[in-house]
């Protein structure tokens, strides 16, 4: 157990609707970052937020956002979701922002 | 981040040692060589990461040759337990970001 939590650990859902994905990292720690694993992409890293303000953006689709709350969790805000955005999302978080990451169980989204 | 290449695939017997090898031929000095695994879908697990010595803890061991363009993740007595893709990620220490390539997939056979 990482001590990093994510709800819910499953999802379905149906195309363009939209969704939350939860995080609370471990305790203490201040940064948090968000991953997606397709399987035709891999794992790819998303989103990163540390003490509440956005540090890092990859491969994150406009469509999806993410905020970081003062008590230090996370959501991903997936909308007008496609059929391509089922995945595993994951989020991971690490004290400082060079940190080792620790990861979440992850969340399995399916959109039909 | 450098660019790493693992095998696809590596078959172990239950009770001895697996090693993991990982070429990283463009690694800076200040790039570290981090260890996850993930065992089926679950979410990745950190294993070690070092910068130039050889690293130690009560998962694994690492070792990285002298001019750092490689190392191997060693399982000292592997289990059924640790079958699962394991990445060798190169990291700048103070980026943001790991970058996942595609791993190798080890089998630990009974």
């Known amino acids: 157990d990482s001590g990093v939590t994510q709800t819910p650990k499953h999802l379905i859902t149906a195309t363009g609707q939209r969704v939350t994905l939860r995080c609370s990292p471990r305790s203490g720690d201040l940064s948090v970052y968000w991953y997606q694993q397709s399987l035709d992409q891999g794992l790819q890293f998303l989103i990163q937020y540390y003490n509440g303000e956005e540090r890092a953006k990859g491969n994150i689709l406009e469509r999806f956002s993410a905020q970081q709350f003062p008590d230090l969790h996370s959501e991903l805000n997936l909308s007008s979701l496609e059929l391509g955005d089922s995945a595993l999302y994951f989020c991971?978080?690490?004290?400082?922002?060079?940190?080792?990451?620790?990861f979440g169980p992850g969340t399995r989204l399916l959109v039909l | 981040d450098a660019k790493t290449t693992q095998p696809t695939s590596m078959d172990c017997a239950e009770g001895r040692a697996a090693n993991l090898p990982c070429n990283h031929s463009t690694i800076s000095g200040n790039e570290y060589v981090y260890w996850y695994r993930q065992i089926h879908s679950q979410g990745p697990q950190y294993i070690i990461h070092g910068l130039k010595n050889n690293e130690t803890n009560e998962m694994a061991s690492l070792i990285i040759t002298e001019d750092r363009k490689s190392s191997t993740l060693i399982l000292p007595h592997a289990t059924l337990r640790d079958t699962a893709v394991y990445y060798c990620i190169v990291r700048v220490r103070s980026g943001s970001r790991l970058t996942f390539g595609e791993g190798t997939q080890l089998t630990v056979n009974p």
């Open positions: 991971a978080s690490s004290v400082l922002e060079q940190e080792t990451q620790y």
